[in-house]
């Protein structure tokens, strides 16, 4: 009997990290395609169940606004992407529910779960404004960092449930450099979600340098302005060159740090057994988001490539989590 029930729990925790990382990628679809407001409110689609039933209101947005927010197609990507969203949401519920029905059998405390389901509220709330805040990049930007927390929980969830060869116990040592190394990841996807809300991808379109500088003109101030609409300063003005430039300028430097730092820390752990699946996965990763990076400067921000950019972010903020829950497993071995 115990045996049915954690292998059932496995399956339901695997299960819904697997649609946590498909929503997080659809995510980034809904925004590169800018669906975001495919239904401009919320939870429903002008206050119905699906766009069939708001296919006047559709109609007449775009007859006003041809190429405006609202479309078809923009309104069922919107609503997929919450239809997906509540469907995580139930599931979560029902890990809760596991873990606190069968928390003997399955060993684990119940406290990871409940964190994750208030994780899930919170994202779905942000969701809402979202869209009524009318895409607000520091709305969209906190939305992108709460999936991104959320996939790091339904990883460390999966990750527990999943056995691997044994951690030497000497690699506790790179405990804390891995945890400064998945802050710096955060920080980076922040900033990332920062370009992407902005849409400051194209800002520099040369590379290594910027405008043919590598310290070229940038207005830092409003650049980083938070509290405003998009598209827009604070003042009202529309925001400049100069603060788009600093926004990518950013975002480009600090990937090469956060390259540097998880590239030499993967390289180090990869000689332990049971680290080096997922060192290994950590530097096939870095390089993959070098490059996706790269070809979205030259070939203009292409949407698979964005998106695949994106799907890359969420790929090492897992990789990392797991690579800490492992850590942790050997430091628990260390005698006392």
Known sequence: MTGRIVARYRKLVFFTWFLTLDLIMFGAFVRLTDSGLGCPDWPGCYGKITPVGASA????????????????????????????????????????????????????????????????CVQGAFGAWTVTHQLMPLVVTSHLLGGMLLLALMTWLAAREKTHAPVSALAVRWRPWMICGLALLFIQIALGGWVSTNYAALACMDFPTCHGQWVPDMDFRNGYSLVRGLGVLPSGEMISQQA?????????????????????????????????GPAHLLL???????????????????????????????????????????????????PT
């Open 284 to 334: 096939a990763l870095l390089a993959a988001q070098l490059l996706t990076g790269l070809t979205t400067i030259f070939f203009q921000w292409p949407l698979l490539i964005a998106v695949l950019h994106n799907g890359g972010a969420a790929g090492l903020t897992l990789v990392c989590v797991t690579l800490l829950v492992r850590l942790a497993r050997a430091k628990d071995r260390i």
């Open 57 to 120: 209101h559709i109609e007449q947005a775009l007859s006003s606004m041809p190429y405006g927010a609202v479309s078809f197609s923009k309104a069922w990507i919107e609503m997929v992407h919450r239809y997906v969203g509540s469907i995580l949401g139930m599931l979560i519920i029902a890990i809760v529910y596991f873990s606190w029905r069968y928390r003997r059998e399955l060993g684990h405390s119940l406290r990871l779960a409940v964190v994750t389901l208030v994780a899930v």
């Open 244 to 276: 788009l430039t600093a926004i990518h300028w950013v975002h480009r430097n600090f990937a090469l740090l956060v390259f540097v730092y998880l590239g030499l820390l993967g390289w180090k752990m990869r000689t332990d057994p049971g680290l080096r």
